[in-house]
Structure formats: structure tokens, C-alpha cells
């Protein structure tokens, strides 16, 4: 059982035509991005200025390449799931490349896959257990544009950088017991079944996860230039 309730979009339902015409574009267009999509992993995310504010995330990504991945993020698995967010997750190895200043907007996975919190729906845990090794090493940058939690029925405001768990006693013990109700899982099993893995060789980065601080997206009003003053090149 994955059902799970959330307030309803506003706006008329699909009409008819516009499912015939979606069955029609759908058998002509490429949907190659989409296509690359791979797997399923649920987790949860919370706001990186308010770590009260959490939400069940699902994540469907994708492989760039062998070191970095990109997922689209919905608040349920089922077909009326809202698009919520994106993550990008990147190996050891090229977070260490990035800017001191950048450091602090990506989070650390260890955690959550050791704790067993993060997991793929469906999965038999050996087979899941293969790719997690892999994933206990990354870190993500993840931004939400829906903020579901409050109830919302359109994605308002400016986006919200959010983190991942980092410690026991973290996430509401409700939220936890909703996902094992709903997905059959034991997250405690898990945890006990993950305990090998070993997560980034240098250790969590400490600009990582907001360098245990809380960061707060802002939208700030600035002059911009008329176009006629934008310099102009011909080639």
C-alpha cells in the first residue's frame, strides 16, 4: 500500500481531447531525458532554515555518469504526484572540486543510508544494498519548489534549498512509521543490514550540510539595465 493524500490541484479536470491528444504526442515524440530515468528512492528532506518542516520525498532518477546523477522529486510515487523538487548527487570526488562558497548548499547521504531511511520501494535489500554503497558516498544539492507541507496547492514562493537527516533523533517518529507502514519496510533492520558500508573516504566535508548552520532562501529586488544599454555583438 503507497496511497497517500494530498490536497487537490486546483483547475478543471483533463478533458478528453486533451488525452487524445496527449496518446497522440506521446506515440510521436522522443522523451529521452525521461526515458533515462532508472530508479525510484524515497527519502526525507527538510527545510534547510527550519528542520521542523519535513516532508516524504521521492526521488526518480538518473545517471550522467558514473559519478553523478539527477532526480526529480514528488511528494508520492503515484500517478497524481506533484513535482515537488530536483536533486543533483555527485560523487566524493567532484564535491571536493567545488567551491569553498558552494560547499554548504549540498548534504551529506551517509546518514540516511546507514540509518536505513532512505531506500528504494520494492527493492529486495541485497540488490538495493549494491547501488547504496555507492550512494552512502555522495553528497546532494536539493531544491523543493512545492511546498507541500504547508498545504499548498500551487507551487508558491521562491524555491527552498533543503538537507538531508544527519543524526538519530531528527526526523518525527510519525513520519517514519507512515513510510514503514505504507512501504513494508524496517528501517531498523536496514540500519542493522547497512552497518558495513562506510561512507565518504575523507569523511563528511564540514562546509557540508549548511556547515551546521541553517541557510534561508531569499528573494531580493535589483536594478537591471535596459535592454538598450546591453552591449550588443555582431558577428
Same mark, same amino acid.
Given at each position: 500500500?503507497?496511497?497517500?493524500?494530498?490536497?487537490?490541484?486546483? @483547475?478543471? =479536470?483533463?478533458?478528453?481531447?486533451?488525452?487524445?491528444?496527449?496518446?497522440?504526442?506521446?506515440?510521436?515524440?522522443?522523451?529521452?531525458?525521461?526515458?533515462?530515468?532508472?530508479?525510484?528512492?524515497?527519502?526525507?528532506?527538510?527545510? =534547510?532554515?527550519?528542520?521542523?518542516?519535513?516532508?516524504?520525498?521521492?526521488?526518480?532518477?538518473?545517471?550522467?555518469?558514473?559519478?553523478?546523477?539527477?532526480?526529480?522529486?514528488?511528494?508520492?510515487?503515484?500517478?497524481?504526484?506533484?513535482?515537488?523538487?530536483?536533486?543533483?548527487?555527485?560523487?566524493?570526488?567532484?564535491?571536493?572540486?567545488?567551491?569553498?562558497?558552494?560547499?554548504?548548499?549540498?548534504?551529506?547521504?551517509?546518514?540516511?543510508?546507514?540509518?536505513?531511511?532512505?531506500?528504494?520501494?520494492?527493492?529486495?535489500?541485497?540488490?538495493?544494498?549494491?547501488?547504496?554503497?555507492?550512494?552512502?558516498?555522495?553528497?546532494?544539492?536539493?531544491?523543493?519548489?512545492?511546498?507541500?507541507?504547508?498545504?499548498?496547492?500551487?507551487?508558491? @514562493?521562491?524555491?527552498?534549498?533543503?538537507?538531508?537527516?544527519?543524526?538519530?533523533?531528527?526526523?518525527?517518529?510519525?513520519?517514519?512509521?507512515?513510510?514503514?507502514?505504507?512501504?513494508?519496510?524496517?528501517?531498523?533492520?536496514?540500519?542493522?543490514?547497512?552497518?558495513?558500508?562506510?561512507?565518504?573516504?575523507?569523511?563528511?566535508?564540514?562546509?557540508?550540510?549548511?556547515?551546521?548552520?541553517?541557510?534561508?532562501?531569499?528573494?531580493?529586488?535589483?536594478?537591471?539595465?535596459?535592454?538598450? =544599454?546591453?552591449?550588443?555583438?555582431?558577428?
Amino acid at each position: 500500500m503507497t496511497s497517500k493524500h494530498h490536497p487537490e490541484v486546483p @483547475g478543471d =479536470s483533463t478533458e478528453t481531447s486533451t488525452a487524445l491528444l496527449e496518446t497522440a504526442t506521446a506515440a510521436i515524440q522522443g522523451f529521452g531525458p525521461i526515458n533515462k530515468i532508472h530508479q525510484h528512492l524515497c527519502a526525507f528532506h527538510f527545510y =534547510s532554515d527550519d528542520m521542523t518542516r519535513q516532508v516524504e520525498a521521492h526521488h526518480f532518477c538518473a545517471h550522467q555518469n558514473e559519478e553523478m546523477r539527477q532526480c526529480l522529486i514528488y511528494d508520492s510515487p503515484t500517478a497524481d504526484a506533484r513535482l515537488i523538487g530536483v536533486e543533483y548527487l555527485v560523487s566524493e570526488n567532484l564535491f571536493l572540486t567545488l567551491p569553498d562558497s558552494e560547499k554548504p548548499l549540498w548534504h551529506s547521504h551517509e546518514y540516511e543510508v546507514k540509518s536505513g531511511v532512505l531506500f528504494m520501494p520494492g527493492v529486495p535489500g541485497p540488490i538495493q544494498r549494491q547501488d547504496l554503497e555507492n550512494v552512502v558516498k555522495t553528497y546532494g544539492k536539493t531544491y523543493h519548489f512545492w511546498q507541500v507541507d504547508k498545504g499548498d496547492t500551487l507551487p508558491l @514562493g521562491v524555491p527552498q534549498l533543503m538537507m538531508s537527516l544527519t543524526r538519530d533523533g531528527q526526523v518525527y517518529d510519525h513520519l517514519v512509521k507512515d513510510v514503514e507502514k505504507r512501504f513494508g519496510m524496517d528501517f531498523d533492520k536496514e540500519r542493522h543490514n547497512r552497518a558495513y558500508m562506510t561512507g565518504p573516504v575523507h569523511g563528511i566535508h564540514p562546509k557540508a550540510n549548511a556547515a551546521g548552520k541553517g541557510l534561508k532562501t531569499v528573494l531580493r529586488a535589483v536594478d537591471i539595465n535596459p535592454v538598450d =544599454s546591453v552591449p550588443r555583438i555582431f558577428v
